[in-house]
């Protein structure tokens, strides 16, 4: 198969023109159903002037925390976070016109507290990964889009140096090469960005050679995310408010530290309470975004796109408390904002020259949001 630039990007779901003919997409929420929350919500963007529909119940569900599309949009995967061995893949089908959640089948994600997954770029297998017992499982998935009980699985073993937090592994995110060959686990527990070979038509995961890459002991890596053009990556670490800079080998999956930054600003130590959560990168390649908890802040970064490396440009107030994930818009026009704790999604507009961020003045009441996912329609 050959690889254009113009193949990887409509295969990692990024082609802002193609998306900008219609400019419609449906909005899905993943949430914890600790609160007023029941589940998965839905609401109706529009990315030419931001505008955003009331959200509406799509699927009710226990704890599904975080969310997956299917490359073909028409279906959707969610973990349901339990802790203890009782972790649980959910598969939807998609309505495309009201939004609406039709299930269509559940598996078992192999461990406790599944938190984070996503789909390969031919829609044939998910990778889904489990913090509460440190795992990663591969499930395959069918023509109709319900899925095949797990085929691959992976234990992680080992531990680091906060005893409170690294006392294990704790796998917090799973992201997967654009040429769709390397699957990239971040673990928690292990301070190691892990890299796995992945066979998308079978569905099974093996460790790469080398097998991953550390990150500074006690950094705590948690979400991980490719720059568009494919040299760099970058993993944002919870414990100790940083953002690891890699330089990217596509041929063998091989990941080398270009450098490590605060995402707090200048002056700002890591306090009681503060933790990041979600990377980002514009879909532009200009720009990486990192939010902060505690802190409620989105930190924006300039990329050099000769080196990879990272000049902090502001950190943008979220509007509201913890924020736990945020996702632009294929467009890259548009950011939305999910603040856990104050049960709200904050919408912001995207300076396109220096990547800076402005409240749009739109502001979402959705329980105790966790995930944003956008499906063209």
């Given at each position: 198969?050959?690889?254009?630039?113009?193949?990887?990007?409509?295969?990692?779901?990024?082609?802002?023109?193609?998306?900008?003919?219609?400019?419609?997409?449906?909005?899905?929420?993943?949430?914890?159903?600790?609160?007023?929350?029941?589940?998965?919500?839905?609401?109706?963007?529009?990315?030419?002037?931001?505008?955003?529909?009331?959200?509406?119940?799509?699927?009710?569900?226990?704890?599904?925390?975080?969310?997956?599309?299917?490359?073909?949009?028409?279906?959707?995967?969610?973990?349901?976070?339990?802790?203890?061995?009782?972790?649980?893949?959910?598969?939807?089908?998609?309505?495309?016109?009201?939004?609406?959640?039709?299930?269509?089948?559940?598996?078992?994600?192999?461990?406790?507290?599944?938190?984070?997954?996503?789909?390969?770029?031919?829609?044939?297998?998910?990778?889904v990964v489990n913090y509460g017992t440190g795992s990663t499982a591969a499930i395959a998935v069918?023509?109709?889009?319900?899925?095949?009980?797990?085929?691959?699985?992976?234990?992680?073993?080992?531990?680091?140096?906060?005893?409170?937090?690294?006392?294990?592994?704790?796998?917090?995110?799973?992201?997967?090469?654009?040429?769709?060959?390397?699957?990239?686990?971040?673990?928690?527990?292990?301070?190691?960005?892990?890299?796995?070979?992945?066979?998308?038509?079978?569905?099974?995961?093996?460790?790469?050679?080398?097998?991953?890459?550390?990150?500074?002991?006690?950094?705590?890596?948690?979400?991980?995310?490719?720059?568009?053009?494919?040299?760099?990556?970058?993993?944002?670490?919870?414990?100790?408010?940083?953002?690891?800079?890699?330089?990217?080998?596509?041929?063998?999956?091989?990941?080398?530290?270009?450098?490590?930054?605060?995402?707090?600003?200048?002056?700002?130590?890591?306090?009681?309470?503060?933790?990041?959560?979600?990377?980002?990168?514009?879909?532009?390649?200009?720009f990486l975004y990192g939010s902060n908890r505690g802190h409620n802040t989105i930190a924006v970064?300039?990329?050099?796109?000769?080196?990879?490396?990272?000049?902090?440009?502001?950190?943008?107030?979220?509007?509201?408390?913890?924020?736990?994930?945020?996702?632009?818009?294929?467009?890259?026009?548009?950011?939305?904002?999910?603040?856990?704790?104050?049960?709200?999604?904050?919408?912001?507009?995207?300076?396109?020259?220096?990547?800076?961020?402005?409240?749009?003045?739109?502001?979402?009441?959705?329980?105790?949001?966790?995930?944003?996912?956008?499906?063209?329609?």
């Amino acid at each position: 198969m050959r690889l254009t630039r113009r193949s990887l990007l409509a295969m990692a779901g990024t082609l802002p023109l193609a998306a900008q003919k219609s400019g419609n997409y449906l909005v899905y929420f993943g949430t914890y159903t600790r609160k007023a929350s029941k589940g998965i919500y839905v609401s109706r963007f529009n990315a030419r002037d931001g505008s955003l529909s009331e959200p509406e119940l799509a699927a009710e569900i226990g704890n599904p925390s975080f969310v997956a599309i299917h490359p073909g949009g028409k279906n959707l995967y969610a973990v349901s976070e339990l802790d203890g061995g009782g972790g649980a893949v959910t598969a939807f089908s998609i309505d495309s016109k009201s939004g609406k959640l039709a299930q269509l089948n559940r598996v078992s994600s192999k461990g406790g507290g599944p938190c984070h997954l996503n789909v390969d770029r031919t829609g044939k297998a998910l990778i889904v990964v489990n913090y509460g017992t440190g795992s990663t499982a591969a499930i395959a998935v069918k023509a109709d889009g319900s899925m095949v009980e797990s085929a691959s699985f992976v234990q992680h073993k080992g531990s680091s140096v906060n005893p409170q937090r690294q006392e294990g592994p704790h796998a917090h995110s799973v992201n997967i090469s654009a040429d769709n060959r390397f699957a990239v686990v971040a673990d928690l527990g292990l301070d190691r960005v892990l890299v796995y070979k992945f066979d998308a038509a079978n569905a099974t995961i093996a460790p790469n050679d080398p097998p991953f890459t550390a990150v500074k002991a006690g950094s705590g890596p948690r979400h991980f995310t490719f720059h568009p053009k494919g040299r760099y990556a970058y993993v944002i670490n919870e414990i100790a408010c940083t953002v690891t800079a890699f330089q990217y080998d596509a041929a063998g999956g091989r990941l080398t530290e270009i450098e490590t930054v605060s995402t707090l600003p200048a002056g700002v130590a890591v306090a009681k309470g503060y933790s990041t959560a979600e990377v980002r990168a514009h879909p532009g390649g200009k720009f990486l975004y990192g939010s902060n908890r505690g802190h409620n802040t989105i930190a924006v970064f300039q990329i050099d796109q000769k080196t990879g490396k990272l000049t902090l440009v502001e950190n943008a107030s979220t509007q509201g408390e913890i924020p736990r994930n945020f996702n632009l818009d294929p467009t890259g026009k548009w950011l939305l904002a999910a603040n856990q704790n104050s049960d709200s999604v904050v919408e912001f507009s995207v300076d396109q020259a220096s990547g800076k961020l402005t409240p749009s003045g739109k502001k979402l009441t959705v329980g105790t949001p966790v995930c944003i996912r956008f499906v063209a329609v």
